[in-house]
């Protein structure tokens, strides 16, 4: 339970972000277990710069990690936990020489999700993405861009992806709260369709921000 009603932690939230003073920013909230069982709240407010447009022109670079996501049954991707040792191992394990994302693969080897994000490549119009059995976490971002794309008609498949699945894919983006949905341009070196982000990826980017507006104003 939180230790908040949502009225109350919404309010709370708000007058964080206007104290802060900052034009544009992220906002991370996280719920502690305290003492006798009463949760703890701590809000970080941070400055947050938008990513370049050109990153949304161009298509950024991703990169499989060396390291593997741990099993389902060790820790339930579901729960949105502060424990993000595979993340930072698979940074650690690129060096100096980090791209935008490192897409994490699970103790089978099928493609799973980044490191902040979810992920989905389009194949003949047809949209898919790695299915929850992968061992992904559900973002909000990813549900919201697959409703958006069964509005669209799109067929939607949630299922196990390999990275030859993503080689050989038309268009490739990847979806978070920070970059909203963002076109991946190669993956592991190799270009992804011609490398340029694609009309799916395109369209589907255009609704997000419609309807991310509109839930704001």
């Not at 369209?203 to 997000?208: I, Q, S, T």
């Amino acid at each position: 339970a939180l230790p908040l009603p949502g009225p109350e932690l919404k309010k709370w939230m708000e007058e964080g972000l206007r104290e802060s003073r900052f034009p544009e920013a992220s906002l991370r909230l996280s719920i502690h277990w305290g003492e006798n069982q009463n949760g703890e709240i701590v809000l970080i407010v941070r400055s947050f710069p938008a990513y370049s447009p050109q990153k949304y022109k161009e298509g950024v670079a991703v990169e499989t990690a060396v390291s593997r996501r741990s099993t389902l049954k060790a820790q339930d991707p579901q729960i949105k936990a502060s424990q993000f040792v595979s993340g930072v191992l698979s940074v650690l394990d690129k060096g100096e020489n980090i791209p935008h994302e490192i897409i994490l693969l699970g103790p089978s080897g099928s493609v799973a999700e980044g490191t902040i994000s979810n992920i989905f490549i389009v194949k003949k119009k047809c949209l898919l993405t790695p299915s929850s059995a992968s061992g992904i976490l559900r973002g909000v971002t990813r549900g919201v861009v697959i409703d958006l794309a069964k509005k669209k008609g799109l067929e939607v498949t949630q299922t196990f992806l390999t990275r030859h699945d993503f080689y050989t894919a038309d268009e490739c983006f990847i979806t978070d709260t920070s970059s909203e949905l963002l076109p991946v341009g190669e993956m592991d070196g190799r270009k992804i369709g011609d490398g340029k982000p694609g009309p799916v990826t395109l369209g589907l980017a255009a609704d997000f921000k419609k309807a991310a507006h509109a839930t704001t104003t």
